[in-house]
């Protein structure tokens, strides 16, 4: 089992930067594909990033491509999302998820929420105008 813990979240100004880090426990870390996700009030949770380092693959949501960096320490056992040029519609919940890179996947399936076995309890971002 994989449990995650996100960290590093809280409150920036529009055109700021934040980066957010998500700690992993469990023996087998490096083969887990690592995702991160977030849920603004009254939305879907949405697809951000996602790291599977086993098939040597990372995708990006449209909305956060070219904003957003996933890049993962496995001797740390952490995955950081690095968000630059922040906006006020960036504001929401962000969740870590981790998959059993073993699995199948797609580049639609990595999207969905339901590709993923373990996910963390969220941080706050909050982007002020």
């Known amino acids: 089992q994989v449990q995650v813990v996100e960290s590093g979240g809280g409150l920036v100004q529009a055109g700021g930067s934040l980066r957010l880090s998500c700690a992993a426990s469990?023996?087998?870390?490096?083969?887990?594909?690592m995702g991160w996700f977030r849920q603004a009030p009254g939305k879907e949770r949405e697809f951000l990033a996602v790291n599977i380092e086993s098939g040597g693959h990372t995708y990006y949501g449209d909305s956060v491509k070219g904003r957003f960096t996933i890049s993962r320490d496995n001797a740390k056992n952490t995955v950081y999302l690095q968000m630059n040029s922040l906006e006020p519609e960036d504001t929401a919940v962000y969740y870590c998820?981790?998959?059993?890179?073993?699995?199948?996947?797609?580049?639609?399936?990595?999207?969905?929420?339901?590709?993923?076995?373990?996910w963390g309890q969220g941080t706050q971002v909050t982007v002020s105008s």
């Open positions: 998820a981790a998959a059993y890179s073993s699995k199948t996947y797609t580049i639609v399936l990595v999207r969905t929420t339901l590709w993923y076995d373990y």
């Open positions: 469990g023996r087998t870390y490096s083969s887990y594909a």
